[in-house]
């Protein structure tokens, strides 16, 4: 179901996942999204399941630098410039890929009192650095998540997947529409984010 930015931000920041799409003329997927200040094993567990994709944590370059992650590769060859970070696991897992570790990696990147040493490289958790200026600089689902976590009032780091069908493929409209009906998720395009931004950050300015 299509909602508003601050429908969504309300639905975010009770702890719940929404569904976020890009233009048709970028990746053209829909990934789940939420908030890495209150992550949950049942969200987690929910994405892994029903998303399917890889379960990545965008997250500012501010976090990023504070907790020394550095750049995946030195030469960054992705079309779309996606900016994965060295992945990692919290330092008190074990394996650190159930969804009870994996939400604990999560929500520790949103902790203020993080330190690097918290943090074993490498995990099962991939970070992605958002760009300065978010979907106003770069229209992907790091930099959405990212910019949704501050307009909600909280550390700029979230947690995302990707959307795939039943049979492997990417899921796309109108399948987006039927998983986010049958498990009540609001959808939001990044289109409806760079639009809000825009309005609000013109609003504050003048």
């Not at 650190?96 to 330190?115: M, V, Y």
């Not at 790091?142 to 039943?166: R, S």
Request: net charge negative; with cysteine.
């Amino acid at each position: 179901m299509k909602t508003t930015i601050a429908n969504a931000l309300d639905h975010l920041k009770s702890g719940k996942a929404i569904i976020i799409t890009d233009d048709e003329k970028r990746e053209n997927e829909g990934d789940l999204m939420a908030l890495a200040a209150f992550a949950s094993p049942e969200t987690v567990n929910f994405m892994a399941s029903v998303g399917k994709g890889l379960i990545c944590a965008p997250i500012s370059r501010e976090i990023a630098e504070r907790l020394d992650l550095p750049p995946m590769v030195s030469e960054n060859t992705d079309p779309h410039g996606t900016a994965f970070t060295v992945s990692i696991d919290h330092i008190d897992s074990t394996t650190g890929i159930s969804a009870f570790e994996r939400a604990h990696t999560i929500g520790k990147l949103a902790d203020a009192a993080s330190l690097p040493t918290d943090f074993q490289r490498p995990g099962h958790i991939f970070p992605l650095i958002a760009k300065p200026n978010g979907v106003l600089e770069r229209p992907g689902h790091t930099e959405a998540a990212v910019d949704l976590a501050a307009l909600a009032g909280t550390a700029e780091a979230g947690y995302i997947c990707e959307i795939m069908n039943d049979d492997g493929t990417m899921a796309r409209m109108p399948e987006l529409e039927k998983l986010a009906e049958k498990h009540k998720l609001p959808i939001i395009t990044i289109a409806d984010l760079i639009a809000y931004r825009q309005l609000h950050e013109n609003k504050v300015k003048s």
